[in-house]
């Protein structure tokens, strides 16, 4: 295998205000370009990792698909609650669904612009007015659509993740949490990641975690 030096970038992840970005990395003798953040697996990863970025790029593309599901909410179209739900699942949802592994780094203020997209899609298919407040569209959601908070669904995603993974016998995972073990009380206090919401899940494969 080759490493294609035009696809190749550095990023510097750091928490301080200022990053070094005079590495001067090189692959065969050419230097690699250094940028703010960098997109892997279709998620966006920023320098400082707060996914500021891609919470925003999100919503840019759940606005877009938003519009179709506020058109087919009209009653002209003799569309169903149960089918809309399913549109939305289908063409919103699945979007806020690829972002599970960076649940534990997203900031309060971006789990709400999420869950906005949600409640906004909810109030149309469910004809409420737009100030209903926000508990009550959760608590409809759920009873009539099926859908959970995003932060909760999120969640959900992360624990069937693990939990496949472990049945399954996956390496990366088994190492992940090996690692996760070793080091659980600095990790769940200090320095949490997406596996500290797992950890239910963790306990049914190692009972002694």
């Not at 035009?6 to 750091?14: G, H, L, W």
């Not at 990395?25 to 891609?54: A, C, P």
């Not at 063409?91 to 900031?107: A, E, Q, R, T, W």
């Not at 099926?146 to 088994?174: A, D, Q």
Request: aromatic share 10%; with cysteine; hydrophobic share 35%.
């Amino acid at each position: 295998m080759k490493i294609s030096i035009e696809k190749s970038c550095s990023v510097v992840f750091s928490g301080y205000k200022k990053e070094s970005d005079n590495l001067n990395l090189k692959i065969y003798g050419n230097r690699i370009v250094s940028q703010k953040e960098i997109k892997f697996l279709g998620i966006k990863f920023d320098s400082k990792l707060n996914f500021n970025i891609l919470v925003d790029e999100i919503k840019e593309r759940c606005n877009k698909r938003l519009n179709i599901i506020k058109i087919l909410s009209n009653k002209k179209w003799g569309l169903n609650q149960n089918t809309l739900g399913n549109l939305y699942k289908s063409l919103v949802g699945s979007i806020l669904d690829y972002s599970f592994p960076c649940l534990n780094s997203f900031s309060e203020n971006n789990i709400k612009k999420l869950q906005s997209i949600q409640n906004t899609a909810v109030r149309s298919i469910l004809k409420l007015k737009y100030d209903t407040p926000s508990n009550i569209v959760h608590h409809e959601a759920f009873n009539k659509l099926k859908l959970l908070t995003v932060s909760n669904r999120l969640f959900e995603l992360s624990e069937i993740y693990v939990g496949t993974g472990l049945s399954h016998s996956i390496p990366l995972v088994e190492r992940l949490v090996k690692e996760y073990k070793e080091g659980f009380e600095s990790r769940y206090i200090e320095y949490p990641t997406p596996l500290c919401n797992c950890y239910l899940t963790i306990s049914s494969f190692f009972p002694e975690t």
